[in-house]
């Protein structure tokens, strides 16, 4: 099949292999120079309802078909996405505003996960085989999926919900955040020649259309990302209608650094893995616990460390920290800087807009041993304000780590495997890193305890959750 090749100029919906527009657009702002985008789609309840009708449809021949035919299926189009990624890439930039060369990180992930996660196999497992009855427990698709996806990740929270929900049988109908709708549509217009008309669908509106996708009837299962407030209401919403959903939601993420660490080793990964996409990620390290016998040494390195990593536009090759990337986070961002001086905290670096910069812009802040109980260690920030805490009594530092509602994921940091792990195993997280933070792997499934989420992602378990399970029973004589 014909690779085909990018058009960045121009974005609609596609509904039933079919490109199109609606009455009203509306358009997202690149947040390095606030300068608008071009304009995308304002679906409405007519059609959604053209989506979920042709959904509806595909979905009873796609789902009849081989996991065979729908592998080689993904395979071909993540083969697209890989002929287009510097395109996509830089659409990326422009409209989530990550430098260039994050933006690339996150397409390689998601051809990562594209491909990796339709070499999973889903099991048929007999539970019981005699003389008279043989019983299979075994997966069946849902239906039709609802794919509604943040503004962080687009392309790799969007790919993570779409080929788990394809390789299943399912149909799919994305929904991206009106902040960030472009790739998302890019990559349902990539993926017209690969699948039947229906089975692959991306409608962009307002702040309206997530909770008529949540709503509708003629949708089966909702698979959201996004913060914890939004959650509860998707899964309110949900119930009405018995929908299965897997929530994937805010964190707060504690890093426990023991006093052995190599602090020289350990500076620039947690540096980068708490400053990345300048730190609008859901499980990028939010508090970082410091045993007290390495913290002043520690504090020093750390801030000379992070104050030497560029601020500015994504399109700069050298650039660490893009901008923030809307202006609703950046209201957010300065009125947590804001604490700093209500609170009375000790900012050991800045923590500030920048004046006359084009686009949303602040340099980060980090925060000397704030009190327990201050908004910028209880609050996730999704920001670059990160609060540096000394810890000596290794059970108080457990509960100071697990003391809040998140359990996205947690992290600690020590040469001496075997107390790594005493302390992994008390932290109350879907992800529970030694010496490592932020890996994510398709094979694996990913998901948050308490507050952050429900269900999980990726891996088998995370296949799974596109599925009905089935119980086959076949009496023999
Ligand atoms: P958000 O909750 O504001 O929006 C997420 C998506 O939901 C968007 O597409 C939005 O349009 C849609 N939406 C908003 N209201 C809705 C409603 N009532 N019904 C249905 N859909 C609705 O989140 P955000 O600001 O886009 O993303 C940031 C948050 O996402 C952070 O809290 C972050 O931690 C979280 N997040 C979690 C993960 C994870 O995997 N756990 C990954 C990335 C981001």
């Given amino acids: 099949m014909p690779v085909k090749m990018l058009d960045t100029t121009a974005f609609r919906n596609v509904i039933n292999g079919e490109l199109t527009s609606t009455a009203q657009t ?14 995308v789609p304002v679906s409405t309840a007519a059609e959604l309802d053209l989506a979920v009708t042709a959904a509806r449809a595909a979905f009873k021949k796609w789902s009849k078909t081989s996991f065979d035919e729908r592998r080689k299926a993904i395979h071909a189009y993540a083969d697209t996405i890989e002929a287009n990624k510097d395109a996509l890439a830089a659409l990326l930039t422009q409209e989530q505003g990550k430098p260039l060369s994050q933006a690339m990180q996150e397409i390689g ?28 427990q075994r997966y069946t698709p849902l239906g039709v999926a609802g794919a509604i996806v943040p503004w962080n990740y687009p392309i790799l929270l969007a790919i993570g919900k779409i080929i788990p929900a394809i390789y299943t049988g399912n149909a799919v109908i994305v929904k991206p955040s009106p902040f960030t709708p472009y790739c998302d549509l890019k990559l349902a217009e990539l993926a017209i020649p690969h699948f039947p008309p229906g089975v692959f669908q991306a409608l962009s509106g307002g702040d309206d259309l997530g909770p008529m996708i949540t709503e509708h009837p003629g949708i089966d299962k909702i698979s959201f990302t996004g913060s914890t ?85 994504g399109t700069n090759p050298d650039v660490f920290f ?105 932290l109350e997280a879907g992800s529970a890193w030694i010496n490592a933070h932020f890996e994510v792997k398709p094979f694996a499934p990913f998901g948050g305890h308490k507050s952050s ?16 399970t089935q119980t086959l029973w076949i009496r023999k004589a």
């Fill in 322 to 426: 893009g901008p923030i990337q809307n202006s609703m986070q950046y209201e957010k961002a300065k009125n947590l800087f804001a604490t700093i001086k209500s609170e009375n905290l000790t900012a050991i670096l800045g923590g500030a807009e920048i004046p006359d910069s084009d686009g949303y812009f602040v340099s980060p802040a980090i925060i000397d041993n704030p009190p327990e109980d201050s908004r910028v260690v209880r609050e996730e920030p999704f920001a670059p304000i990160l609060p540096l805490l000394r810890w000596s009594d290794e059970e108080d530092v457990v509960a100071r780590a697990n003391g809040l509602e998140y359990g996205l994921g947690a992290s600690v940091w020590t040469k001496d495997l075997e107390r790594g792990r005493r302390i992994a195993d008390q």
């Fill in 229 to 313: 407030g939004t959650g509860r209401r998707v899964m309110a919403s949900c119930a009405k209608t018995l929908k299965r959903v897997t929530l994937e939601l805010g964190g707060n993420d504690a890093a426990i650094i023991c006093d052995d660490v190599d602090i020289d080793a350990v500076i620039p990964q947690l540096g980068i893995l708490s400053f990345l996409c300048t730190s609008q990620i859901c499980m990028v390290i939010k508090r970082l616990y410091v045993h007290e016998n390495i913290y002043d040494t520690f504090r020093a390195k750390f801030v000379a460390f992070v104050k030497a990593l560029p601020i500015g536009p």
């Fill in 109 to 136: 992930m998601a051809l990562d996960w594209a491909r990796t996660l339709p070499t999973i196999e889903l099991p048929e497992t007999v539970v019981q085989d005699n003389d008279d009855v043989k019983t299979i």
């Fill in 453 to 468: 989420g429900i269900g999980s992602e990726l891996g088998l378990q995370g296949l799974t959750q596109y599925c009905n």
């Fill in 26 to 39: 509306r358009h997202g702002i690149n947040p390095a120079n606030k300068q608008p985008n071009p304009d």
